[in-house]
């Protein structure tokens, strides 16, 4: 019998919270474009009895992303998809964010939708950062949908799109749109896809703001959230798990805030200061 691949692009925190919880018994494909990341990670997981394997891949390149389909497959039928892959606004300027954020995971959403196995599921790891735009009209959300991936970029109001915070929560806004009409695509082969929207979760990166210069802007921040702590890796990990069991097969299409919520504080409660400045 063919050996279950779970393919995981963005070998991060998130990524390895959400691998260890449904790589048990398959192939996990680590790809990420720090092969060094990837390598690190690979070898935690196999000292855990994980069977995995590790690809570069950079996730705003299709080239890339057509040779790890390639690669996944030639390893068994793709079950799992997970993108955890991204890079934020405070580390890479507008054009980055947008070609890994926003072209990227569209093209693995495209990509994969046309090979994952009957049954299969995926997870994209959006941000509740794209819960911080108002709505969008209509035609724009069509727009972010279903423009085929290579025309995305050309798109007149992302093109004018001239600061890394906004390039950012429109690539989250996007992501949850394209999960959406994907859903549609990747039921044809009876698999879900839902994305997931995390707020402050606490990654190497994040402790260290929490303990940095910025400290006491985050900290008025965890304090204005109704759970007011930040969130795990681990909490991710458990609700993309649910996501992608059996016990999940009627969510598709899907976007889940998982934020102790700070988007509802954000709109509507102690956090709306924040708009002043987002
Ligand atoms: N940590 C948070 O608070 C938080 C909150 C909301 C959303 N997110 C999202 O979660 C995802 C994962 O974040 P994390 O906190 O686990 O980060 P992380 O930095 O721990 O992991 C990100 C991984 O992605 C890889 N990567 C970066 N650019 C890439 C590219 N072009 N191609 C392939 N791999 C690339 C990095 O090498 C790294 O291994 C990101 O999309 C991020 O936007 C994180």
């Not at 990524?15 to 449904?22: F, H, K, Q, S």
């Not at 009876?190 to 990654?203: E, F, L, R």
Request: aromatic fraction near 6%; include cysteine; proline fraction near 4%.
């Amino acid at each position: 019998m063919a050996k279950k691949v779970v393919v995981l692009v963005g070998a991060g925190s998130i990524g390895i919270a959400i691998a260890r919880r449904v790589g048990v018994g398959k192939h996990v494909v680590l790809a990420d474009y720090s092969l060094v990341n990837a390598e690190a990670q690979a070898k935690v997981l196999e000292d855990a009895g994980f069977e995995c394997s590790t690809i570069k891949c950079d996730l705003g390149s299709k080239e890339d992303i057509l040779a790890l389909v390639d690669y996944a497959t030639s390893k068994g039928e793709v079950k799992y998809l997970v993108n955890a892959a991204g890079v934020s606004p405070s580390q890479a300027p507008v054009e980055e964010i947008l070609r890994v954020d926003l072209y990227g995971t569209s093209v693995l959403l495209e990509e994969f939708g046309k090979v994952i196995t009957e049954g299969g599921s995926g997870i994209i790891i959006s941000s509740q950062s794209g819960h911080r735009l108002p709505a969008l009209p209509q035609e724009q959300n069509d727009a972010l949908a279903m423009t085929p991936c290579d025309e995305l970029l050309q798109l007149p109001f992302i093109k004018d799109i001239d600061d890394t915070l906004k390039a950012y929560q429109y690539s989250k806004r996007c992501n949850v749109l394209r999960v959406m009409y994907e859903a549609t695509r990747w039921g044809r082969r009876s698999a879900t896809v839902n994305s997931i929207s995390p707020g402050i979760i606490i990654t190497p990166l994040a402790n260290d703001e929490l303990h940095g210069p910025r400290k006491d802007g985050y900290l008025r921040m965890i304090e204005g959230m109704p759970a007011r702590r930040a969130g795990t890796p681990d909490e991710v990990g458990d609700l993309a798990e649910f996501l992608m069991s059996s016990r999940g097969r009627f969510i598709s299409g899907a976007d889940l805030l998982i934020d102790g919520g700070c988007t509802a504080s954000y709109w509507y409660g102690d956090l709306q200061y924040l708009k002043a400045t987002h």
